[in-house]
């Protein structure tokens, strides 16, 4: 297919048709993503806890997000990539978020890059973007803030907090953004707001109403443990966890009862060469 650029992002949400985005962290997960055809791959930073096994986002480092933005590029052929900034590497000014912008390109072989917040985020998304690198704004629930929201809150649920996301959405597409993240926000709230915008809105809990979806692969899969929380947006489409732990458990089997390797597994030796050998 031909790659998808920050056009077909455009053209998409001009017919509106509903742009698929997924989250991927590595190759393999990229890979499948790719060949699924999803329109949008993001390294979100939320691979501190579904890759790396942190407790939550504010961990994980550049370092660490550039070389899975790396082995994500390598695998994506057709999707438009993005690669979260991580917390601490754009908040202090613009000058600082464009330097860790251009090291995602640079380095992390990424197209675009995402980063948490609104109004006061647009002098920051307007720096990177005047240096032709195409940003994807988040607002509504930033996880990397959850300290200062009081943790994973559906936000924009009262009339002051919808206006407040709605002023948000205005600034960030204003500054430049080239879409917008809608993350744990009243399907009615997300929908007015894409009425209004001129960019497309991604969804994560936000409704159907939005120009696309995103959600974390590693969720999606249902590639977790039974018992493991997942927020009320999360439809699980497979179940991986099931599959790999079905098919850990018996290779453990085979193994211990030496059915595996059987003969079709092995390499042969001429009979008489091991006649030699074993003299
Ligand atoms: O880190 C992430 O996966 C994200 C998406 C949920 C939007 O930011
Ligand atoms: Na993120």
């Not at 202090?92 to 978020?97: G, T």
């Not at 200062?148 to 649920?157: D, I, T």
Request: net charge negative; with cysteine.
């Amino acid at each position: 297919r031909k790659p998808v650029t920050i056009n077909t992002i455009q053209s998409l949400y001009r017919k509106n048709e509903p742009i698929t985005m997924i989250t991927a962290h590595d190759f393999p997960s990229a890979h499948v993503a790719d060949h699924a055809g999803m329109d949008m791959i993001l390294v979100g930073d939320s691979l501190a806890m579904v890759a790396l096994g942190m407790e939550d986002t504010s961990e994980v480092l550049m370092e660490e997000m550039l070389l899975h933005c790396k082995s994500v590029a390598r695998a994506t052929k057709g999707a438009f990539t993005v690669g979260d900034l991580p917390m601490g590497t754009y908040e202090i000014s613009p000058a600082q978020a464009l330097e860790s912008a251009i090291r995602m390109i640079k380095v992390g072989r990424v197209k675009s890059v995402k980063l948490e917040g609104g109004k006061e985020m647009a002098s920051t998304i307007e720096k990177v973007t005047g240096a032709g690198i195409p940003v994807l704004a988040h607002i509504g629930l930033t996880p990397q803030r959850q300290n200062a929201l009081g943790g994973f809150r559906v936000q924009g649920k009262s009339t002051s907090s919808a206006l407040k996301l709605l002023e948000d959405a205005f600034a960030v597409q204003e500054a430049g953004a080239f879409a917008v993240v809608l993350e744990a926000v009243p399907a009615e709230v997300a929908a007015l707001v894409t009425k209004e915008l001129n960019i497309p809105t991604i969804g994560i809990g936000a409704g159907n109403g939005c120009s696309g979806q995103v959600l974390v692969q590693v969720d999606m899969l249902g590639n977790f443990p039974p018992g493991r929380f997942l927020p009320k947006f999360v439809k699980q489409y497979g179940n991986v966890w099931d599959e790999t732990y079905r098919a850990l458990s018996q290779y453990k089997n085979e193994v211990k009862s030496r059915e595996y390797p059987a003969p079709e597994h092995t390499y042969p030796m001429p009979k008489e060469a091991f006649a030699d050998f074993e003299k």
